[in-house]
């Protein structure tokens, strides 16, 4: 069978013949293994409802901030994409229209991971095999939606031919958790569990924090306004969300600065916090002080700690207060985790019951610091490359930096971070060919044997996330 032009057989493979033969080989063994994604953002209401998706842009141009930012890079306003202003403002809301001016500006993803999943979903999902540009734009809008409307591609039929075996979704603890409770409830099969994401209980930078934590204290039944009940809330909150299957925490701070005060300290830190009136630099402390609570909590629960750092959210100060949070505006910044986790690692670096998962964006840490102190601790594992490194070159580049000390069992495996649920199983494809390609060049080298290489390509493909996440 002839493959589509837009999605060669053997992309990312290694241009050499004998390299690209291994990497072939290994890649035959992993390519149809079942996605285990234990980190993303997909809602959960699509699987809850199983109703149809309702249009091209929809679903593969709204949900994916990736895309958004190229084209506001380029000049595209948000509202052209029909992104919701926040003061209710007309945007354009004709879905053809905007599809059309993502297809006029195709080409600016060219090298980019984005093209690759894109591609990868128009040839595999939709079974369209011509260059998506200005001419064929309405051909795919008229495709795609055609193929939403038919049975085949609701939302649970599209996770069953993935071939999904867990999937989780994020969720704040202000969340009802409404639609895993009714999937808990359903006949249905497919894996949807929550994860615990505290950030809006935890930052005091957080818009509306005070009244969140009011809330919090409402949906846990506890009183949140002294700091011994708010972490009773979290307890709370916690035993709810693992009821929905979570398994896992998550925090995306700023840094990955963590502390260890005393309770006198973290109350009057607390008070402060509600009030409004910590200083930038006591809410970080405060943050700091919650990682170093929310591990003591994963000790006692059990419940895996992924800390996100490194992204300064919301950079662009108008498009924050025209559009919002999430509009493609975060951009990594340097990030220091030696002396930040010290704090936590002291009291429960060598704690066995406890599992964190470090993030990165700023590379420079890999080598440097987090593959030797993943390397080290046993309770630290590094997660894969993420968001602006979750690309071809990003994850070569975190295998040649990370396994000279940490090996690959201290790695957790892919995982996908999306919303963009139908590019799940392309995420995954490039993982599964770079860690492919990677292995192929230590079989080269004999520095392992084919057989070591292709249970390791296993192994990176599905296990380890499992291991991480204590799936
Ligand atoms: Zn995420």
């Known amino acids: 069978m002839k493959a589509p032009s837009i999605n060669a057989p053997d992309r990312l493979f290694p241009a050499d013949p004998g390299l690209r ?44 901030h990736y895309i958004f930012r190229m084209l506001y890079s380029r000049g595209v306003p948000l509202e052209q994409l029909g992104i919701a202003r926040k003061d209710g403002a007309a945007v354009e809301s004709d879905s053809r229209k905007i599809w059309k001016t993502f297809a006029a500006h195709y080409h600016l993803f060219a090298g980019t991971p984005s093209r690759i999943w894109m591609n990868h979903v128009f040839a595999d999902v939709f079974g369209l095999d011509v260059p998506l540009n200005e001419d064929s734009a309405d051909d795919y809008f008229d495709h795609i939606n055609e193929c939403l409307a038919r049975p085949e591609f609701l939302p649970r039929a599209l996770f069953e031919r993935f071939n999904i075996e867990v999937i989780a979704t994020t969720e704040s603890p202000l969340d009802s958790l409404e639609w895993h409770q009714r999937l808990g ?4 099969n497919g894996r949807v ?59 995306g701070h700023p840094t990955a600065a963590t502390a260890d005060l005393e309770p006198a300290e973290c109350e009057a830190l607390f008070q402060k916090a509600l009030r409004g009136a910590c200083s930038p630099a006591e809410a970080d402390t405060f943050r700091a002080q919650m990682l170093t609570e929310m591990a003591a909590m994963s000790v006692e629960d059990g419940m895996v700690m992924q800390i996100h750092a490194g992204s300064f959210r919301n950079h662009n ?155």
């Not at 409830?185 to 249905?188: N, P």
């Not at 995954?428 to 070591?452: G, K, P, T, Y």
Request: glycine share 6%.
């Open 193 to 251: 569990i929550t994860t615990y994401r505290p950030d809006p209980v935890v930052d005091p930078e957080f818009e509306g924090f005070a009244e969140n934590v009011d809330r919090f204290g409402e949906l846990a039944g506890e009183d949140t306004s002294n700091w011994k009940g708010y972490l009773a809330a979290h307890r709370e909150r916690r035993a709810f969300f693992r009821s929905m299957g979570a398994t896992a925490t998550d925090h």
């Open 185 to 188: 409830e359903d006949d249905w």
């Open 317 to 471: 100060r108008d498009l924050f207060e025209q559009f919002g949070r999430d509009m493609g505006a975060d951009i990594p910044r340097r990030t220091e985790y030696v002396q930040a986790l010290k704090p936590l690692l002291d009291r429960f670096g060598n704690e066995p019951r406890l599992d964190i998962i470090l993030f990165t964006l700023d590379e420079t840490s890999y080598s440097r610091e987090l593959a030797p102190l993943a390397g080290h601790y046993p309770c630290l594992t590094l997660g894969p490359p993420w968001w602006f490194h979750d690309s071809p070159e990003g994850m070569m580049r975190y295998r040649e930096q990370v396994t000279e000390t940490a090996g690959f069992y201290n790695t957790a495996g892919f995982n996908d971070d999306t919303r963009a649920f139908l590019s799940i199983p392309a995420r995954h494809d490039v993982a599964r060919r770079v860690d492919c390609a990677f292995l192929a060049r230590c079989v080269a080298d004999h520095r392992m044997s084919h057989e070591e290489a292709t249970t390791l390509a296993i192994d990176l493909a599905g296990q380890l996330a499992r291991n991480a996440y204590r799936l």
């Open 21 to 64: 033969e291994i990497a072939r080989s290994l890649y035959a063994q992993v390519r149809s293994l079942p996605i285990v994604s234990p980190h993303g953002h997909t809602d959960p209401s699509w699987f809850a409802l199983n109703e149809p998706f309702p249009d091209a842009v929809d679903l593969l141009i709204k949900p994916d």
